[in-house]
């Protein structure tokens, strides 16, 4: 079955550790995008792709960086710039045109120790 | 900008109640999409429903249906006889379409955590 897989479900980083959280998708999607879920809040997004080799920064960039070599990965590295980052992140994908709306992946719980 | 408010954080209801959740947006665009979404306690967000702005047929599925206003810029969830494995929190999001562009990036509301007590 087609889906996004992202690993692992559960992250915990050291303060000024980079970090990086795995999404992949064999839905043959053309757009990619990371979420940041924290407590109370709605998701905000921290970056999203088009197409291979270009991504765009979202809402709350800052501390994050991405990159989309493969159509069907799109790793996030959480960088010891970001000041807070325990969160939930969760990653989606959408075809060309969102006729079925976004597919998302079950998330991944990262949690500075 | 567009914007979305969920005003209801928490709602408690008792199995079989009908329970509506709320959802108004704001947008400048003539062509967008809105969506409701079920996050259970696993985390994955699960989608119910995608409505564009050309559509304001309201739609019903089972229990659940929807009631989408143009005219009050809002798109309302109702469970009908509620059961305890409707408890999650609902994300109702909006997408523009903006002229030349494909972004579709979505705006979530923050979300209102639904406990269906038996």
């Known amino acids: 079955d087609g889906g996004i897989t992202q690993s692992p479900k559960y992250l915990f980083r050291k303060e000024g550790q980079n970090v990086t959280l795995s999404c992949e998708q064999n839905?043959?999607?053309?757009?990619m995008y990371w979420y940041r879920q924290d407590p109370g809040q709605g998701l905000r997004l921290i970056y999203y792709?088009?197409?291979?080799?270009?991504?765009q920064k979202g809402d709350i960039a800052e501390g994050y960086s991405v990159s989309r070599e493969k159509k069907e990965s799109f790793p996030l590295t959480v960088t010891s710039a970001q000041k807070n980052p325990t969160a939930f992140y969760l990653c989606?994908?959408?075809?060309?045109?969102?006729?079925?709306?976004?597919?998302f992946g079950s998330g991944t719980r990262l949690t500075v120790v | 900008a567009q914007k979305v408010t969920q005003a209801q954080t928490e709602i408690s209801v008792v199995e079989k109640e009908d329970v509506t959740l709320d959802c108004v947006y704001e947008t400048r665009d003539t062509t967008y999409y809105l969506f409701w979404y079920k996050q259970p306690p696993s985390g994955e967000l699960v989608f119910l429903i995608r409505?564009?702005?050309?559509?304001?047929q309201n739609e019903i599925s089972g229990r659940y249906s929807w009631n989408f206003q143009k005219s009050t810029s809002s798109f309302n969830f109702t469970i009908t006889a509620s059961q305890v494995v409707d408890s999650a929190v609902y994300f109702c999001a909006l997408s523009e379409a903006p002229s030349g562009g494909s972004n579709y990036k979505l705006t979530f509301g923050k979300g209102t955590l639904l406990t269906v007590n038996p």
């Open positions: 839905l043959n999607h053309d757009a």
């Open positions: 792709s088009q197409i291979v080799n270009d991504f």
């Open positions: 989606a994908s959408r075809p060309h045109k969102p006729r079925g709306g976004y597919t």
């Open positions: 409505r564009n702005s050309f559509d304001e």
